[in-house]
């Protein structure tokens, strides 16, 4: 079975302050691993996809995430964040098969405060 | 170029009526994918169609639900004989090819409310 665990549901921080949303998983085989970004009232807009290679791999608006399988885990960072950052972010692994389905993690609420 | 296109965006309807949600999805995407977003489940794949292959409807949660897409193109998700535990965000969502290293291109949704 596949399952992606976000650990925190709600992150707050300052403006300009680093921040990290944490994502693990588990899975009996190989998996691409994915962080999507949910404005309000719109649809989900890719960040940051790992497929295979390099481990750390980096995004769009200065995101980058981390994949460390022997932790299984691929957590999202931004040295400095914005306010325009405040959004649900979303953690998705698929199986790495030929069904392209994704499972979700519950998502995690990013508020960036002034 | 357009992304993926839903309607209506929003849709309020009486308990016990049927709905259709429709997605235009990206000229030339093969895969076309419907998920469900909803306060207490977070985001459950629906169904899955690629190509002229038959689809994956695994995730369907009831036979009140179905869903078709004609020509390779739109899909319509209908749910029959609409329950409360209905409402949520309906999101489908695209990709070039079913392979899993192409990301999907997801719609703004349909926000559905069973009064």
Avoid: M
Avoid at chain 2, 60 to 86: H, M, W
């Amino acid at each position: 079975a596949q399952s992606v665990t976000q650990l925190d549901s709600q992150v707050p921080v300052f403006e300009e302050a680093p921040v990290e949303l944490r994502c693990n998983y588990s899975s009996s085989v190989s998996v691409y691993l994915f962080w999507y970004v949910q404005y309000p009232n719109q649809g989900l807009q890719l960040l940051l996809k790992y497929l295979s290679g390099s481990t750390l791999v980096k995004g769009i608006n200065g995101f980058e995430a981390e994949f460390n399988k022997s932790q299984t885990s691929f957590h999202l960072r931004k040295p400095s964040v914005h306010i325009s950052d405040t959004a649900e972010y979303f953690c998705a692994l698929d199986r790495g098969s030929t069904l392209g389905r994704l499972y979700f993690g519950r998502g995690t609420q990013l508020t960036v405060w002034p | 170029g357009a992304g993926v296109s839903q309607s209506p965006s929003n849709k309020v309807t009486e308990k016990g009526k049927d709905v259709e949600l429709r997605c235009d999805p990206i000229s030339g995407h093969t895969a076309l994918y419907w998920y469900r977003q909803s306060l207490g489940q977070g985001l459950e794949f629906l169904i899955y169609f690629q190509g002229n292959s038959a689809p994956d409807k695994s995730g369907l949660p009831s036979d009140r639900f179905s869903a078709e897409r004609t020509g390779g193109s739109v899909s319509t998700l209908t749910i029959q004989r609409t329950q409360q535990e209905d409402s949520a965000v309906y999101l489908c969502a695209s990709s070039p090819g079913g392979a899993s290293n192409q990301p999907q291109h997801f719609g703004d949704g349909t926000r559905l409310s069973i009064l």
